[in-house]
T-cell receptor, first 113, second 115 residues
Framework: DAKTTQPPSMDCAEGRAANLPCNHS???????VYWYRQIHSQGPQYIIH???NNETNEMASLIITEDRKSSTLILPHATLRDTAVYYC??????????????FGGGTRLMVKP | NAGVTQTPKFQVLKTGQSMTLQCAQD?????MYWYRQDPGMGLRLIYY???????DKGEVPNGYNVSRLNKREFSLRLESAAPSQTSVYFC??????????????FGPGTRLLVL
């Protein structure tokens, strides 16, 4: 799976949009971009994933650049409960025995009042 | 629908003791996983089970064994606990099989301290 690079930490004001960047310059054509988050002391929580088109769900939006070498997770109206570590992961589309999630260091997002 | 459940939530062991961490999912998922997370670190895969009846080693399998008891349950056993196994253990499951994307759902974790 391709390696990802994320800033170690970010701050965001409550009610504002939080934009979390991720670089994945070695991504290959069959790899998806996944975002998970981990709120303190809890298990990781799936947020969103995409291949090449922008995606939106009830939690967030995912913007993937045309060359797919980077992406941005957008939380449109951040709340204090969105304070967490956010992980960007790339992995192949085709499921096989070696196709596991690899969690790196992530970005620690602090939402402030 | 409870999702992924884990027991116990907390455990303290002495070096050399054994224990089994239990995990169950009620989403009819084919694949299940065990991860460990050390303080300030990301998750590392210990073992996984792609489907009922199969298990495979992940990134850090040494000192652990697993059993896929049935489709719902996947247990992790420490035969002789060591202080280096002090960690938070997460179980996860996913639908599995050849499909677009592969989302994993995680349990709440088991916090293990080995003295």
């Amino acid at each position: 799976d391709a390696k990802t690079t994320q800033p170690p930490s970010m701050d965001c004001a409550e009610g504002r949009a939080a934009n979390l960047p991720c670089n994945h310059s070695t991504i290959s054509g069959n790899e998806y971009v996944y975002w998970y988050r981990q709120i303190h002391s809890q298990g990781p929580q799936y947020i969103i994933h995409g291949l090449k088109n922008n995606e939106t769900n009830e939690m967030a939006s995912l913007i993937i650049t045309e060359d797919r070498k980077s992406s941005t997770l957008i939380l449109p109206h951040a709340t204090l409960r969105d304070t967490a570590v956010y992980y960007c992961i790339v992995r192949a589309r085709i499921y096989n025995a070696g196709n596991m999630l690899t969690f790196g260091g992530g970005t620690r997002l602090m939402v402030k009042p | 629908n409870a999702g992924v459940t884990q027991t116990p939530k907390f455990q303290v062991l002495k070096t050399g003791q054994s224990m089994t961490l239990q995990c169950a999912q009620d989403m009819n998922h084919n694949s299940m996983y065990w991860y460990r997370q050390d303080p300030g670190m990301g998750l590392r895969l210990i073992y996984y089970s792609a489907s009922e009846g199969t298990t495979d080693k992940g990134e850090v399998p040494n000192g652990y064994n697993v059993s896929r008891l049935n489709k719902r349950e996947f247990s992790l056993r420490l035969e002789s606990a060591a202080p280096s196994q002090t960690s938070v253990y997460f179980c996860a499951s996913s639908e599995g099989g050849r499909q677009k994307g592969e989302t994993q759902y995680f349990g709440p974790g088991t916090r293990l301290l080995v003295l």
